[in-house]
């Protein structure tokens, strides 16, 4: 039975994502669960027992969700359901070179979504220098085949600001009349898409797309591992070029957290690197 205090039911556009994305992954599956500890974990678990299937997995409450680093993810507003997205894309892939896959997902869910959400390496999505969304990949061997998991949660409204290491944004600010189903309904296609080109390309040409998005570009810049630089985009493989006294580095340790050392975040136009 419903909880008097939620918002009336969503309507998840489980048929048609199918319908747009079963053509591209045979076997595709899309499950809409009205709570679940974390989508990434339930996938994860499956993989490990062997169910290597291609699904998109929501959950309209996630209760136990992980961002990058151990940090959690979790929904929630008044109307839990509706108040954030959080799903994730289970499939078997097998890239050349798994590197850069974070910037080509925040990159195709960038683009899905307006031409104002930002990117902040390697895994957010910003708008107006506040955080909007995260992305989390995980990968497991199944048999001969790697499955990745790729989670993504999305604030649909705003979430209040508590314990939180940077300002929330939420997407009604740049889709007023946007609710969670509709945002998946704008997303997934794209998602699986990118996912698949990646997979055969590589992020190699996405590089100037995402530079047209990156957040970091120009700012000063400090590395939880005491780096500190000038962001000077990203190179062929997704690693952060950052300019520092002794020289350009490149950051690509998945363990090192980057962030602006100003709150004003205005990248520039030029190209790094080239």
């Known amino acids: 039975m419903p909880h008097a205090t939620l918002a009336p039911a969503l309507r998840w556009p489980a048929e048609a994502v ?6 591209l ?3 595709f599956s899309v499950e809409i669960l009205p709570e679940l500890g974390s989508t990434n974990t339930e996938l994860m678990r499956r993989a490990r027992l062997g169910r290597a299937d291609p699904v998109l997995l929501v959950a309209e409450r996630q209760t136990a969700g992980r961002g990058r680093l151990g940090r959690a993810w979790s929904s929630h ?4 359901h509706t108040a954030s997205l959080t799903f994730s894309l289970g499939l078997a892939l097998a890239p050349a070179d798994w590197s850069g896959l974070s910037l080509a997902v925040g990159l195709a869910v960038a683009h899905s979504l307006h031409p104002s959400v930002q990117l902040k390496w390697p895994n957010d999505l910003w708008f107006d220098g506040r955080k909007l969304g995260g992305i989390l990949i995980e990968t497991v061997a199944v048999g001969e085949q790697r499955y990745a998991v790729i989670g993504i949660g999305i604030n649909i409204e705003r979430p209040v600001a508590q314990d939180l ?9 740049l889709l007023p009349d946007v609710d969670a189903a509709q945002a998946l309904g704008l997303i997934a296609l794209p998602l699986v898409q990118a ?6 390309e590589g992020f190699g040409p996405l590089r100037s797309a995402y530079h047209a998005r990156d957040v970091l570009y120009g700012q000063a810049l ?8 000038q962001g000077r985009g990203v190179d062929a493989s997704g690693a952060l070029l950052l ?9 690509s340790s998945a363990e090192v957290s980057v962030r ?9 136009p030029t190209l790094a690197g080239d």
């Open 18 to 23: 199918w319908q747009a994305v079963e053509p």
């Open 25 to 27: 992954l045979s076997g």
């Open 77 to 80: 507003g008044a109307a839990l």
């Open 165 to 173: 290491r940077t300002p929330p944004a939420a997407l009604r600010e």
């Open 195 to 200: 996912v698949l080109r990646f997979a055969t």
């Open 222 to 229: 400090v590395c939880t591992d005491g780096t500190v630089g």
């Open 243 to 251: 300019h520092t006294a002794s020289g350009l580095q490149k950051i």
């Open 260 to 268: 602006p050392q100003t709150s004003t975040l205005t990248p520039t």
